[in-house]
T-cell receptor, first 113, second 114 residues
């Protein structure tokens, strides 16, 4: 599975959009981009995933560049409860990956008043 | 409500004792996973199971054992052979192991060896 690179930390003002970047320059055609977040001492929470097209759900939007080498997670109106570690993960469809999620260091997002 | 439950939330064990962590899901998911998380680190895969009565070692299986006798249950035993068992343990499940499926996590069990 492709490796991902994320900034170690980011800040965002409450009510503003939080844009979290992820680089996955070695991604291959059958690999999905997943985003999870983890609030301290809790289990990771699924946010969104995509393959090629941009995706939106009730939590966030995922923008994937045309060459698929990077993506951005957008939280449109960040709240204090969005303060968490955000993980960008690349997962291959089928094959020997058996659905294993490989978590890197992630980005610590701090939303401040 | 559908979801994954783990018990207990906190667990204390003396050195040399085996201990079993519970994981139950009512999502009708085929695949289940156990991860371990150390402070400030990402998750590492211990064991996974894609179907009942079948399971495979993950990246750090030494000192751990699992069983999958029922679809909804995937208990993890931390044995005395695990040299550094103090950690946060997370169970997860998913409908399928190909891409495109969400993986749902339980609330975790924090194990401390005294």
């Amino acid at each position: 599975d492709a490796k991902t690179t994320q900034p170690p930390s980011m800040d965002c003002a409450e009510g503003r959009a939080a844009n979290l970047p992820c680089n996955h320059s070695t991604i291959s055609g059958n690999e999905y981009v997943y985003w999870y977040r983890q609030i301290h001492s809790q289990g990771p929470q699924y946010i969104i995933h995509g393959l090629k097209n941009n995706e939106t759900n009730e939590m966030a939007s995922l923008i994937i560049t045309e060459d698929r080498k990077s993506s951005t997670l957008i939280l449109p109106h960040a709240t204090l409860r969005d303060t968490a570690v955000y993980y960008c993960i690349v997962l291959r469809a089928g094959g020997t990956s058996y659905g294993k999620l490989t978590f890197g260091q992630g980005t610590i997002l701090t939303v401040h008043p | 409500d559908g979801g994954i439950t783990q018990s207990p939330k906190y667990l204390f064990r003396k050195e040399g004792q085996n201990v079993t962590l519970s994981c139950e899901q009512n999502l009708n998911h085929d695949a289940m996973y156990w991860y371990r998380q150390d402070p400030g680190q990402g998750l590492r895969l211990i064991y996974y199971s894609q179907i009942v009565n079948d399971f495979q070692k993950g990246d750090i299986a030494e000192g751990y054992s699992v069983s999958r006798e029922k679809k909804e249950s995937f208990p993890l035993t931390v044995t005395s052979a695990q040299k550094n068992p103090t950690a946060f343990y997370l169970c997860a499940s998913t409908l399928g192991t190909g891409g495109g499926y969400e993986q749902f996590f339980g609330p975790g069990t924090r194990l401390t060896v005294l």
